[in-house]
């Protein structure tokens, strides 16, 4: 029966506003977890990497979205980073010692076109 006149999503999704940016998604290594191509990321350049958080990479001139993990995804012991996707059809990648690599930013909100 009430409707607020006006939702600001900048106040709604964004707690940090210098460091928070958007991004749109192209591609589908994320398509298992919901993320498909045309999506909008809210990404949070503030916060810590941490296992299992959603990020966007850049990793040797690329960037990518992956879940960052610690632990080898087939053996699922401790041995460097790993990006990793969620769909089958890519393999996890390991950060290797002299690859050009940054976590860009912690995906807070992805905003979907139905």
């Keep these: ?3 607020n006149p006006c939702i600001d999503l900048n106040k709604e999704l964004v707690r940090h506003p210098a460091a928070t940016f958007y991004g749109r ?4 290594s994320m398509l ?3 993320v498909e191509e ?3 990321l809210v990404i949070d350049r503030s916060l810590e990497a941490s296992e299992g958080k959603m990020a966007v990479c ?3 001139g690329e960037f990518t979205l992956k879940y960052i993990s610690l632990k080898n995804p087939s053996t699922g012991e401790k041995d460097g980073v790993w990006l990793v996707p969620a769909n089958r059809k890519y393999p996890p990648l390991k950060v290797r010692e002299l690859s050009d690599f940054t976590i860009w ?3 807070t909100y992805i905003i979907k076109k139905v």
Excluded at 25 to 28: I, L, P, W
């Design 32 to 34: 298992d977890a919901g």
């Design 25 to 28: 998604v192209v591609g589908d």
């Design 58 to 60: 850049f990793l040797d």
């Design 38 to 40: 045309g999506d909008i």
């Design 105 to 107: 930013g912690i995906v």
């Design 1 to 3: 029966d009430y409707m």
